[in-house]
């Protein structure tokens, strides 16, 4: 007895210290968890390194420590002009004073510390490195704004005096954190329109608190007493005492800003450009509190018309078409119901904007006990007991009115969330039975069982007695949630046959009927989807053919392409051996030169003929190689063909590239007329010679 109470004092000594410290520390630290050496752990001086901790922006620890810097902030914007403009109440309580600002001051010193172990997300994950928390808040424009408003300017009171409390103006540079702190205020509070009124009349307190206190510093300034716009003369015991001079000039300002008149009109210059400034910023704020009033109703009716359905807009429909006053009374009715008890109806579109996981929560949260009490849905997985929840729909219905009649096709099931309903005969009057909060009803006809005698049609009257709620679940959306779930099908469907079985509601030889049409449907579906695949095998086919047909034909067109080069530049050869063939005949005795000029470049045109025929035979061997390469390499011979490359012109004499360059068409002409100019060229070359040896021989 006494070792377990040992253990279990070892265990209680352990979860204490455990909550102490973090998990990565225990890991450090390596202690082990054993119940013969827990008793060192309370003897242990447990150490929280300080110098390390950071802070969570999304912590209550932050939000709290962000309403309580609204103090210091909201402090200093209050006193400092009042102080400074009311000389009287800054001496009067001037060690208050002077406690309560460096108690402030104190306060944005420990501000700044918090501020620099505040960690900050970074592409969505927490920086906790307290190193880069340091270098990112000292190197922000935060940094200069919170070290600015703690500059020791209270030294300026040995140069003007006590009573100039103005010195500290440079506090109100913290406002930025008053503003974060009114924000996070009214994500969190739950009457978000009230905040919102709230504010906006701190600001205008703020505002007029300023104005009279500058009111009041004119006034001293001017002379008081010496006109009827500025404060009375304190001599006057009426209005010597601090309240009555405070209360009079907040008096006075809010008459100013709200425009409602009665103010003495001014006398000087001072008074004039005073009340001109005044005058603007009431126009401003006036649009303001207009503005946000305006907001704040049309928010609540926002969400009057998310919450509820518009009633405005059903009541004129039913004015427009006459409807009965009966009817038009029972909407009325359940509109009112709906208003006084709160009913939503409308959960999917107030939820809309949330993440499907945090509408999933919240559903879970609301509807899963009610779904759970289901009888065919207890033996389910969560899994799916999650994705129906999303699919419920409440409902309310009124008294005496029918959820469902007999006959009716059921396209729905209910739960009773709330009130009572009446399984009744046909004549309305007669009750079999009474359904209440839990119970269910409509199951077996959204499940659409093969064998079921009802064919899916409503088997009794229901109506409501009172005000019900329900929670509707359609068939469509079980029908999608199960097509996820096929285990889960086979075993509802399995169920709902049990539920039949027991009530004699399912036909046997009609399920085997059922079955074997369903085998038969599953048979076409499957040769429909073997059609789908060999229809698109076809139709792939045809694209191949159709691109081998594209194919073929360009290499139809180069082959003809070639023919027709080598064709002409054979008729191109041929003319030019006739031509050599008269020139020589015509040329006599004297011309036996160019003759075996010519014979011997023929020669080398026929040595040099195999080479050009290899290099258009590679050529044409390079066309046929890949798919996509046959167009390619037909411009490719293009250009050696008639442009020429630097090799093939130190194989080929620049008149038979001429003739390759020419021989297309009727192309060859200009060549035999070349070569006959050329020919008659060398006959008149040869004219004089023969000339000149005619005369050197006449002697003879």
Request: aromatic share 8%; net charge negative.
């Amino acid at each position: 007895m006494n070792n377990s109470r040992k253990i279990s004092n070892d265990w209680q000594r352990l979860l204490r210290w455990h909550r102490r410290q973090k998990v990565g520390d225990i890991g450090a630290v390596g202690v082990d968890v054993d119940h013969r050496n827990l008793s060192d752990i309370p003897n242990q001086e447990i150490k929280t390194d300080w110098t390390r901790w950071v802070v969570d922006p999304a912590e209550q620890f932050y939000y709290i420590w962000l309403q309580v810097m609204i103090l210091p902030i909201v402090y200093n914007w209050v006193i400092i002009i009042l102080r400074t403009c009311f000389t009287s109440i800054a001496l009067a309580y001037l060690p208050v004073w002077l406690t309560l600002d460096y108690l402030s001051d104190i306060m944005y010193i420990i501000d700044m510390i918090i501020t620099i172990h505040t960690g900050y997300l970074d592409q969505g994950i927490l920086i906790q490195d307290l190193d880069q928390l340091k270098r990112n808040y000292l190197h922000s424009k935060r940094f200069l704004r919170d070290l600015a408003s703690l500059v020791p300017t209270d030294f300026f009171y040995f140069l003007f005096g006590i009573q100039t409390p103005m010195v500290r103006i440079n506090r109100l540079l913290r406002t930025p954190k008053l503003n974060e702190a009114l924000d996070r205020m009214e994500t969190r509070t739950s009457y978000p329109n009230t905040f919102r009124i709230s504010k906006l009349m701190i600001y205008i307190f703020v505002l007029i608190h300023w104005n009279a206190c500058l009111y009041f510093a004119l006034s001293s300034f001017i002379g008081f007493g010496s006109d009827r716009w500025v404060y009375p003369n304190i001599t006057d015991p009426e209005f010597a005492s601090m309240r009555r001079q405070y209360f009079y000039c907040f008096w006075f300002s809010a008459q100013i800003f709200t425009t409602v008149g009665d103010t003495p009109l001014p006398k000087r210059e001072e008074e004039y450009l005073f009340m001109i400034a005044d005058l603007l910023i009431a126009v401003l704020v006036f649009a303001s509190i207009v503005g946000n009033v305006g907001n704040v109703i049309t928010s609540l009716r926002d969400r009057d018309n998310v919450f509820f359905p518009n009633h405005e807009l059903v009541k004129a429909y039913l004015r427009s078409h006459h409807i009965s006053k009966e009817l038009r009374q029972r909407i009325d009715n359940w509109y009112q119901h709906l208003h006084i008890n709160k009913k939503i109806i409308r959960e999917n579109e107030i939820l809309q904007q949330l993440p499907v996981h945090l509408r999933t929560e919240i559903a879970v949260s609301v509807h899963l006990p009610t779904l759970s009490k289901v009888t065919i849905f207890q033996s389910c997985e969560k899994s799916l007991l999650e994705e129906l929840v999303l699919k419920l729909t409440p409902q309310v219905f009124s008294p005496g009115e029918y959820v469902c009649k007999k006959g009716d096709v059921g396209h729905e099931m209910y739960i009773i969330k709330e009130g009572k309903l009446a399984v009744v005969a046909d004549d309305g009057v007669t009750e079999f039975a009474v359904l209440s909060e839990g119970n269910f009803f409509g199951e077996i006809s959204i499940l659409n069982i093969k064998g079921n005698k009802s064919g899916n049609r409503r088997t009794a009257n229901i109506r409501s007695i009172g005000h019900s709620d329900l929670f509707s679940l359609s068939k469509e959306d079980l029908t999608d949630v199960l097509s996820e779930f096929p285990a889960a099908k086979r075993h509802l469907e399995e169920k709902g046959r049990q539920i039949l079985t027991k009530m004699g509601m399912l036909d046997e030889n009609r399920d085997g009927a059922d079955k074997e049409d369903e085998k038969i449907e599953t048979k076409i579906s499957r040769l429909e989807a073997t059609l789908e695949i060999l229809q698109t095998k076809l139709a792939r086919l045809m694209v191949e053919i159709e691109s081998s047909n594209r194919k073929m034909l360009a290499r139809v067109e180069q082959v003809e392409w070639e023919v027709a080069m080598q064709e002409n530049q054979l008729v191109a050869g041929g003319h030019e051996e006739d031509g050599e063939v008269g020139q020589s005949r015509g040329e006599g005795v004297g011309g036996e030169w160019v003759w075996e000029r010519e014979e011997a470049e023929g020669e080398e045109e026929d040595s040099q003929t195999p080479a050009l025929t290899q290099q258009r035979e590679e050529s044409s061997e390079v066309t046929k190689e890949g798919d996509g390469e046959s167009m390619k390499s037909n411009s490719q011979d293009e250009n050696k063909v008639v442009e020429g490359e630097p090799d093939e012109q130190k194989k080929i004499d620049p008149g038979e590239a001429e003739d390759v360059r020419l021989g297309e068409g009727d192309g060859a002409e200009i060549v035999d007329e070349k070569k006959a100019e050329e020919s008659n060229e060398i006959k008149e070359e040869d004219e004089p010679k023969e000339e000149e040896e005619g005369q050197q021989g006449s002697p003879l």
